[in-house]
């Protein structure tokens, strides 16, 4: 069992930066595949990055390619996503999950076992 916290959202202006934090229970943190999803009002949950459970490898979705980073530290048991060049279509409620398919980057939410509460995002124009 993992449970999940984010942190760091809030309203930020266009073109601003925020950090998302996701801090998870357990000793086996560092064993999960860990992702960041999203979902804005009337829209489905979307993917936008996964980390492995080694942070080797990330994945990252087409629409914020450049201005996402997703990161990990597994001391902390956290996983970060940085956020730059902010749009207000960024504007969402944001989820953090863990996967036990701990060495694929997973973008299918089906794939992934616990979700935190989410954070929300406001950029506004």
């Known amino acids: 069992q993992v449970q999940l916290v984010e942190s760091g959202g809030g309203l930020v202006q266009a073109g601003g930066s925020l950090r998302l934090s996701c801090v998870g229970s357990g000793r086996t943190f560092s064993t999960y595949t860990m992702g960041w999803f999203r979902q804005a009002p009337g829209k489905e949950r979307e993917f936008v990055a996964a980390?492995?459970?080694?942070?080797?490898?990330?994945n990252y979705a087409d629409s914020v390619k450049g201005r996402r980073t997703i990161s990990r530290d597994n001391a902390k048991n956290t996983v970060y996503l940085q956020m730059n060049s902010l749009k207000p279509e960024d504007t969402a409620v944001y989820y953090c999950?863990?996967?036990?398919?701990?060495?694929?980057?997973?973008?299918?939410?089906?794939?992934?076992?616990?979700w935190g509460q989410g954070t929300q995002v406001t950029v506004s124009s």
């Open positions: 980390i492995t459970r080694s942070g080797g490898i990330t």
């Open positions: 999950a863990a996967a036990a398919k701990g060495f694929i980057p997973t973008s299918r939410p089906d794939d992934y076992d616990y």
